[in-house]
């Protein structure tokens, strides 16, 4: 599938150390699949995590789902044995988190220097250095990995002291920089994860901000996001019919 056709309305994360949950999300409808080393697990798992992420990604078996694995930083311990691991395995995409430059995205390109051409370079945007620094870490795409962005509010929410409250008001200004950031350089961009797994009325209401504000999709941390999640960054019955007048207009 094309890089340009591919939907990323979905992406779910898995802990790695999680046998069960990887195995499970092989038949999830989630357009993205993102094995975390990171958040998802506990510092005495880190070794294992990576070992199983390698494994599930050489053994496949996910379908059309995009495959990305999300690594520790550079600045951690795991963080250089997790990307030497992950470009070896080559699944589609390696999520990094913490970027606040150009410079860490040159580092991180860098340290993928033997992943296949396939493999692509994605950065967490989840610091407030990175908020004033959105288009140069956009910019460094021409020359590097980099085609996609994923906020992290949990991090940026932590950084700013600032609560999270339903229509994260706190957040606006760098959700709306970021996409205007990602679109001048033909990113993907994805909003950060809604935290409340049973809410799913307030999901259904992030969701819709996120589709206003222009995100290609979500992240989530729980499977029974998903139907609402795909549902929200699909296209309405009424935007397909107009694009059908379109393409008839463009066609007559």
């Known amino acids: 599938m094309s890089d340009i056709a591919r939907p990323r309305r979905s992406a779910l994360y898995m ?6 949950a ?17 958040d998802a697990v506990a510092p005495d798992m880190k070794d294992a995590a990576r070992e199983a992420a390698v494994a599930a990604v050489k053994a496949g078996g996910f379908g059309p789902r995009e495959i990305i694995t999300r690594t520790n930083g550079l600045d ?19 999520l990094v988190p913490k970027v606040n430059d150009a410079a860490d995205v040159h580092a991180y390109q860098a340290a ?27 910019a460094a795409s021409r ?32 959700l709306s920089l970021s996409v205007a950031a990602a679109r001048a350089h033909g990113l993907t961009i994805l909003d950060g994860v809604h935290n409340d797994i049973d809410d799913l009325e307030a999901l259904d209401a992030v969701c819709g901000q996120a589709v206003d504000f222009g995100f290609d999709g979500k992240t989530l941390i729980h499977p029974k996001h998903l139907e609402i999640c795909n549902r929200a960054f699909s296209p309405t019955e009424g935007e397909i019919a107009w694009s059908q007048v379109v393409i008839a207009a463009f066609a007559a």
Do not use: C, Y
Not at 22 to 38: Q, S
Not at 76 to 94: F, H, M, N, Q, V
Not at 149 to 174: C, H, S, Y
């Open 76 to 94: 951690t311990p795991w963080g250089a044995a997790d990307l030497k691991a992950a470009a070896e395995a080559g699944p589609d995409a390696i």
């Open 22 to 38: 990887v195995d499970k999300a092989r038949t999830l409808d989630a357009d993205v699949i993102i094995l975390d080393l990171e």
């Open 15 to 20: 802990p790695a150390s999680n046998a069960k």
């Open 143 to 174: 020359t590097t990995r980099l085609t996609g962005w994923v906020m992290g509010v949990n991090d940026l929410a932590k950084e700013m002291r600032a609560r999270q409250t339903p229509g994260r008001e706190a957040f606006l200004p760098i």
């Open 112 to 138: 993928l220097h033997a992943a296949p051409i396939h493999t692509k370079l994605w950065t967490m945007i989840e610091t407030g250095k990175a908020a004033f620094h959105l288009w140069e870490i956009a």
